[in-house]
């Protein structure tokens, strides 16, 4: 099993953010970045890997995070629509043949008023399987195979328009409160989560962020597809290898950023 133990450093492009301690605060009506086509080089894979740090404002409606054409991650506090129970979370994949998966977990880890770090990998291929850990405690996800069998996730398929949304579901159930450091990818092979180092390439164990590089490559080598570690201004630039983004609303600097490991 690849353990994802790397650590070399690949060259920032020119456009690249410095990895310092950036957050963006969003309205939760109108605040959002987009692309209406799928980031640079995103081809269909069993894998992924997702890691956000954020700070709710509230804990009391459903909380879009983040719209990866057949991707889809939120969280619900209060049981609305989507929902499982009162504290739940969800992916949501789409894949090959028009079926999809579930990854299903309790949210009630995830804190107002402060920095919450949220790791999600999975794997929709053969040995199916999913890990979710919030503030670096597995929450016990369950993957669901509703149908199809052990298969990729299809990304020619777009749940909405815009099809690749950060901080809401294309134009709706906004984030309220501040994002950052937003990093998609599907790697080479599985990340496995529950191995202590590959999440300390991500969060510390007294919860302290751990720069992932100018352009998000230093937890596998490689560029990921989408990585969004800019302020007000430049939060839409993504650092990664996929293109930017569009910024919907105008974004206000947060007043804090999660705490960086030095």
């Not at 890691?51 to 804990?59: E, F, G, H, R």
């Amino acid at each position: 099993m690849m353990k994802f133990l790397m650590h070399g450093a690949i060259a920032a492009t020119s456009q690249a953010i410095a990895d310092n301690g950036n957050a963006v605060d969003q309205d939760g009506s109108t605040n959002f970045v987009f692309r209406n086509t799928a980031p640079t080089g995103l081809t269909n894979s069993p894998y992924g890997l997702i890691s956000l740090w954020i700070n709710p404002d509230v804990l009391n409606a459903q909380q879009s995070l983040m719209l990866m054409g057949a991707v889809d991650v939120r969280y619900n506090q209060n049981g609305g629509a989507g929902s499982t129970s009162i504290t739940s979370g969800s992916v949501i994949l789409r894949t090959v043949g028009a079926t999809s998966k579930s990854i299903l977990f309790p949210s009630n880890q995830i804190i107002a008023g402060q920095w919450n770090n949220l790791l999600i990998s999975w794997n929709t291929g053969s040995g199916a399987k999913a890990k979710v850990f919030i503030n670096d405690v597995d929450v016990g996800a369950s993957y669901v195979s509703n149908s199809g069998g052990d298969v990729p996730v299809d990304y020619s398929i777009t749940e909405a328009t815009p099809g690749y949304t950060i901080g809401s579901y294309s134009s709706g159930n906004y984030y309220t409160g501040c994002i950052a450091y937003a990093y998609f990818t599907t790697p080479a092979a599985y990340y496995d989560l529950s191995i202590t180092e590959n999440r300390r390439k991500f969060v510390t164990a007294d919860l302290k962020r751990v720069g992932l590089g100018v352009d998000g490559s230093l937890p596998t080598g490689t560029p990921p597809l989408v990585y969004l570690n800019g302020n007000a201004s430049n939060w839409h630039i993504n650092a990664g290898s996929g293109g930017d983004f569009t910024p919907n609303g105008t974004f206000n600097n947060c007043t804090s950023a999660p705490i960086t490991n030095t």
